[in-house]
């Protein structure tokens, strides 16, 4: 926890005003593409990441020899997502990291026992960076899955959180409190289940710490889950109401 | 409860950015104010209707918003405590923040006084208060906007909540917002949006209670100044200055004034190995000693040589113009220096054309008495000779005139011979002890105030016991024969010594040392306010405490016959001090005695003497002396360096007896078995933190260090090999001479000069080999054993104790970069400690010459082209015999003209006088008497008695008056002794 910078002020704000506990702005839309089978944009304050997802469909080559279903995901950032012109949109080391983090939380969700030799192909894209990259990527991902009709046992939702110096957790970290040296906790959820299915940290603190933030992540991922549930629920309407079942639910 | 704004910034990194932030704004923001019924106020009312201020330009009750200048230039006035009920916008502190980072905290300080009433509005973040910035509009007259928008919020929002009924009722007048700002550009705009403005001069100057307040005021200019012409080239701009620096044409560095002649001083640059001549008052162009500066370097034939001349500055009244024929003196100073200055000795010449940055902060000194009676305006002359006078405006002259009083600068005009500034405060009468201390602890950056209700409400509560739960932690060692050795007077005793026979015929050694962190818990304010000072400073008769006298002296202290808590590390050694085995733990001890370095002595030395505690004494002693010579044969080096002890009266603290530090066998005793633990407890700490480990490491000299001892033992005829601490060692051994017994002190102490300064580091941040110790030739060291009086002991015992599983970690503990900002601030205590200690020795030492003459022997330390460095042991003191010079005239001192010369010798370093040659070591006999011609600088004036020169030396009968020869004790002893062990 090497900051020099203070992510608190005394007055009890964050560096852009929000409080502690607060998240950021959150706007979500399903179903924004029509060619692939489940498609979602979200935006968490300035982040802003678009996802899709093909199938699930007959799993090719090799690969039809397991009995499981292969998650494919594929992580990008555009190549105006961050203040300076980011050169390799795909395939460098952070984003394959993305990837199989990508890959490692979905996994725990999706029903895979329904889907055998089948794939799944996810693909994110990170249109705006402004901290909590993956969080958000995971989250769109989500409701993408959902939007594709994909069984999942839970919705899997990830938060970010940090820790102040004077050692209050922060929840959902922009950009600019990333790099003024935090460190930064990620936690991938299944909030209701209380399962952590994912868990990353970069830089220290002390283990005494630990928990509350991770509790603090915890506390965002509930919160996030909400919100997601309640866009699933408004988009249903909207897409029932051509069906006229909208008001059956 | 949120709503969203982006706003956008650019910035340069090469290239431009376009960085896009989210800002929240909030309307869950509260006004803290107790009139308000409004606001959602989750804090608790900061600006009260109670503290009213009674203002002749204000009618009615007000709070006060403060625009960034005013805090920035006003902070003298602000910190009284007449000012209150005042709103510090967010936009202000940023401001602040960003300009100025001492203001920033003194000012923070004040918000954090929850009685002073300063309530801090985020208006950055509020829903209407909030700016955005429009465009072409500069960041600072977004600044501005913001400010006046928020104070025209405030005022709008308290007229609301004041109903003109109740007001009716209570016969009050409604309270009212003002904004107070010195910039007359922001106070018309301000007056246009019809809010309460004015400056903050008029401002202050319109509390008629409070008339002194004005002379707290920060002056940009002078009333009634006299339009005189500049006297000053002007300063380049910073753009021209950096455009300058860039392309290499001007230079920059750190000014440093001299010390001897106001109209002289250098700037440090990198390129230049002595650093550029500034002479002149044009050339120094308003700078002062410490001051960033830009150079333009001179064309080589104007260069200069440094003139060697101690020059004065004469009085001057405050509405004197520098006449004429000043100027012709000055003009021909620098004249008679270039002509004399021999083309070898002309070094890089410059002038100044520029501040980068200025390093001004609050200076100590008195007022010059005035000429001219019932005037304002004084001149203020500082106590460090370095720095200009100042000019001031006071009305309490009278009474300020023999005290000691604070000034800072504000501004220094072109037009201006001294620069401008404006009292803060006075210390106390001129010769006063307690005065003089707190000038030495101020000089020195000495935290002394007393300790805050916040930190003391940290201690234990009294009455103080050991409960069961602590017996049943700590290791039970009250029955052991343990004791203390300390110097007499000693009531913060931090370690205790025991030794007895184990079965198996090894001995067992215990060292156990004050268990400070049990007391002082990580994070809390009375840890970090002792983090802060560091150290315990001692001053003759005075001690100023790192942590309450509750802890230092009682809680912690392990006094006899008491049960206190202690960290103790334990040894099994054998009889040859072989260490067998080593443990730590927290214990439970009871000291059987408490003795001075002298009653144990005499208890080892007396045979009659058979209990406990004196076999144990003479046991330690034993495997001390083993210890000491195993040491010794690794490479440690016997240092010294003249100490003295002041006897001081009690009530009048006035120094009455001086003695020289005695070392006894028993020092020896304690100060190994110190060493011994903390070398112990330094391997166990970094194997077990191998990355935020506080150890203290000395580095080993560069040879060049070395030159003046290799030479001067050269010339006595004894060969000094530096080649590694333990030849060093052998051969200082060697340096004895039959019939001259100090010489092998003297050698020593000249030796310790050449040493490196010792420091804290932590063992992350250096390759292990740099660990070495080279003064103990110890590969690992640190500081175990003073935890009541260091605090770096303190942490030692922190990771000790984390490491044995005695107590928890915490974050802190285990952070490299906190841990090395904190060795950085210990390091520079423990340099400013020892510098105020020996600072208020020669304090003492002038007090105790105070009407006093005396003959003393000395030795000849150094001996140099003019004169001898004199060294007396019996007081520790070191002064400058001065020497005619062959050169007379060109000095500026008055001096007779004599028939007797001294010729120096560069080959092999005397002085001969007739028949009389000095050579360094020499003994002489000097006179020692005070000269209190000037009242802020006294100082020692060396006079030679013996080798008697007949027409040059004193006379045995005292009757001998012209000072011939001025000595001054070496600047407050701090050069000579910056390199001390340790």
């Known amino acids: 926890m090497a900051s020099n910078f203070e992510l608190l002020s005394e007055q009890g704000l964050r560096l852009d005003g929000r409080r502690p506990h607060e998240l950021r702005h959150i706007k979500c839309k399903l179903g924004v593409f029509e060619q692939p089978d489940g498609s979602a944009y979200m935006e968490q304050g300035n982040t802003k990441v678009l996802a899709a997802v093909y199938g699930p469909h007959q799993a090719k080559g090799k690969k039809t020899e397991s009995n499981d279903v292969i998650i494919n995901c594929q992580y990008s950032q555009a190549t105006f997502s961050t203040a300076e012109r980011k050169n390799r949109p795909r395939g460098d080391r952070k984003s394959l990291e993305f990837k199989m983090y990508l890959q490692q939380a979905l996994s725990a969700a999706i029903k895979s026992e329904l889907y055998p030799r089948s794939q799944i192909d996810i693909y994110v894209e990170v249109l705006q960076a402004d901290g909590a990259n993956y969080a958000v990527a995971l989250n769109a991902a989500t409701l993408a899955l959902i939007d594709a009709g994909i069984c999942l046992n839970e919705f899997i939702v990830a938060c970010t959180a940090s820790l102040s110096k004077s050692n209050i957790p922060l929840t959902d970290i922009s950009h600019f409190e990333e790099v003024s040296g935090g460190p930064k906790l990620t936690v991938a959820a299944l909030p209701t289940a209380e399962k952590i299915a994912f868990l990353e940290m970069s830089e220290r603190f002390h283990i005494d710490h630990l928990e509350t933030v991770i509790e603090t992540a915890m506390a965002g991922c509930r919160e996030i889950r909400d919100i997601l549930e309640a866009a699933v629920k408004e988009h249903l309407l909207h897409m029932g109401s051509a069906a006229d079942w909208a008001r059956v639910c | 409860m949120q709503t969203l704004r982006e706003f956008t910034r650019k910035t340069k990194r090469g290239n431009i950015l376009k960085i896009v932030r989210e800002h929240y704004l909030r309307d869950d923001i509260g006004c803290g104010s107790d009139l308000c019924r409004q606001c959602f106020q989750n804090e608790v009312y900061q600006l009260t209707s109670q503290h009213e201020i009674r203002s002749t330009l204000f009618k009615c009750p007000h709070y006060l918003v403060l625009d960034t200048n005013v805090v920035l230039d006003q902070i003298d006035v602000l910190e009284e405590d007449v000012i209150r009920n005042v709103v510090v916008l967010t936009t202000v502190l940023n401001e602040v923040k960003h300009k100025s980072s001492s203001i920033y905290k003194r000012f923070n300080e004040l918000i954090h006084d929850r009685t002073r009433n300063f309530y801090v509005f985020v208006n950055e973040h509020h829903k209407e208060t909030y700016a955005d910035r429009e465009p072409d509009e500069t960041a600072n007259d977004r600044n501005d906007r913001a400010i006046r928008l928020a104070t025209k919020w405030y005022d709008d929002h308290l007229q609301a909540s004041q109903s003109p009924k109740d007001l009716e009722r209570s016969g009050r007048a409604a309270t009212r917002v003002i904004l107070l700002t010195d910039d007359a550009g922001n ?129 001057v009244y405050a509405d004197e113009v520098p006449s004429e024929e000043r100027a012709e ?370 580095p080993r000299p560069p040879p060049t260090n070395f030159d003046p001892l290799v030479k001067a033992a050269r010339y006595q005829g004894f060969q000094v090999d530096i080649e590694s601490g333990l030849e060093l060692s052998y051969s200082l051994d060697k340096c004895v001479k039959a019939d001259n017994p100090y010489f092998n002190t003297m050698i020593r102490i000249l030796t310790t000069r050449c040493m490196m300064q010792a420091v804290y580091f932590i063992s992350g941040s250096l390759q292990k080999e740099e660990f070495f110790h080279y003064g103990l030739a110890a590969p690992i060291y640190t500081h175990f054993t003073s935890p009541i009086r260091r605090y770096s002991d303190i942490m030692v015992h922190r990771l000790l104790a984390a490491s044995i599983g005695a107590d928890s970690t915490y974050a802190q503990l285990l952070e490299r970069k906190s841990n090395e900002e904190l060795c950085h601030n210990l390091n520079y205590r423990h340099k400013m400690a020892q510098y105020a200690g020996r600072a208020s020795v020669a304090l003492n030492t002038h007090l105790f010459f105070r009407g006093k003459e005396e003959d003393e022997e000395g030795y000849v330390l150094f001996v140099r082209k003019n004169a001898l460095q004199v060294l007396i042991p019996k007081y520790g003191l070191e002064g400058t015999l001065y020497l005619k010079s062959d050169k007379d005239g060109k000095d500026g001192l008055e001096r007779v003209k004599s028939e007797f010369v001294f010729t120096f010798n560069e080959e092999d370093y005397t002085q001969r006088c007739g028949d009389v040659v000095f050579h360094s070591f020499d003994p002489v006999t000097v006179r020692l008497s005070l000269d209190s011609s000037n009242v802020q600088h006294e100082k020692l004036i060396f006079r030679l008695v013996k080798p008697y020169i007949k027409g040059f030396s004193v006379e045995t009968t005292s009757d001998v008056t012209n000072a011939q020869v001025i000595a001054t004790p070496p600047p407050s002893k701090k050069t000579k002794k910056d390199k001390k062990k340790k």
């Open chain 2, 329 to 698: 003196d000055e003009k021909d100073m620098l004249k008679q220096v270039r002509a004399a200055a021999s083309f070898a000795e002309r070094t890089p010449t410059g002038r100044i054309v520029g501040i980068v940055r200025r390093k001004w902060r609050q200076y100590c000194g008195i007022l010059q008495p005035s000429l001219i009676e019932d005037t304002n305006r004084h001149i203020f002359v500082p106590a460090d000779r370095k720095i200009p006078r100042i000019r001031i405006e006071t009305r309490q002259a009278a009474k300020l005139q023999n005290q000691r009083i604070i000034v800072t600068i504000d501004t220094w005009p072109r037009n201006s011979r001294y620069p401008h500034g404006h009292f803060v405060r006075s210390l106390g009468p001129l010769g006063d002890t307690a005065t003089e201390n707190e000038v030495i602890l101020l000089e020195h950056d000495v935290p002394h105030c007393k300790f805050s209700d916040e930190v003391l409400s940290f201690l234990p509560q009294m009455p103080w016991t050991i409960t069961e739960e602590d017996y049943a932690k700590r290791v039970d060692l009250r029955d052991l024969y343990i004791c203390s050795v300390d110097p007499p007077g000693c009531t913060d005793i931090d370690d205790a010594l025991h030794c007895r026979e184990l079965p198996n015929g090894n001995l067992e050694v215990g060292v156990h040392i004050a268990d400070v962190s049990h007391f002082i818990r990580p994070g809390n304010a009375l840890d970090k306010e002792a983090g802060s000072r560091g150290t315990t400073v001692y001053l003759v008769g005075k001690r100023i405490d790192m942590v309450p006298e509750l802890l230092s002296s009682n809680l912690c202290s392990l006094v006899g016959g008491v049960e206190r808590f202690a960290f103790s590390c334990v040894w099994e050694v054998d009889k040859e001090a072989n260490v067998l085995s080593k443990r730590f733990h927290k214990s439970v001890i009871k000291s059987k005695r408490a003795m001075t370095y002298e009653e144990a002595q005499v208890i080892i030395d007396d045979p009659t003497q058979q209990n406990e505690i004196a076999k144990s004494l003479r046991n330690l002693n034993r495997l001390a002396k083993i210890l000491k010579k195993r040491r010794m044969d690794n490479g440690a080096l016997v240092l010294a360096s003249p100490e003295i002890r002041f006897q001081v009266d009690s009530e009048t603290h006035e120094p009455l007896e001086v003695e020289v530090k005695q070392m006894r066998e028993t020092n020896s005793m304690v100060e190994e078995f110190m060493l011994l633990a903390n070398i112990t407890v330094a391997e166990h700490i970094a194997t077990e933190f191998s990355e935020c480990a506080v150890l203290r490491r000395h």
């Open chain 2, 187 to 315: 106070r018309a705009k301000a007056e246009a949006e019809s809010i309460l403005v004015a400056s903050a001069g008029d401002y202050v100057k319109s509390l008629e209670e409070f008339p002194l307040l004005v002379d707290k005021l920060s002056h940009k200019t002078f009333e009634n100044e006299k339009k005189g012409l500049p006297q000053y080239p002007p300063h380049l701009s910073m753009k021209e200055l950096l455009e300058g620096l860039r392309q290499k044409k001007l230079l920059q560095g750190a000014f440093q004034a001299s010390r001897e002649n106001y109209l002289e001083g250098s700037v440090n640059v990198e390129q230049y190995e002595k650093g550029i001549l500034i002479q002149g008052r044009e050339s120094l162009n308003r700078a002062v000693d410490g001051d960033l500066v830009a150079v333009e370097l001179l064309p080589e034939n104007e260069w200069s040589a440094p003139s060697e001349i101690v020059l004065e500055e004469k009085n």
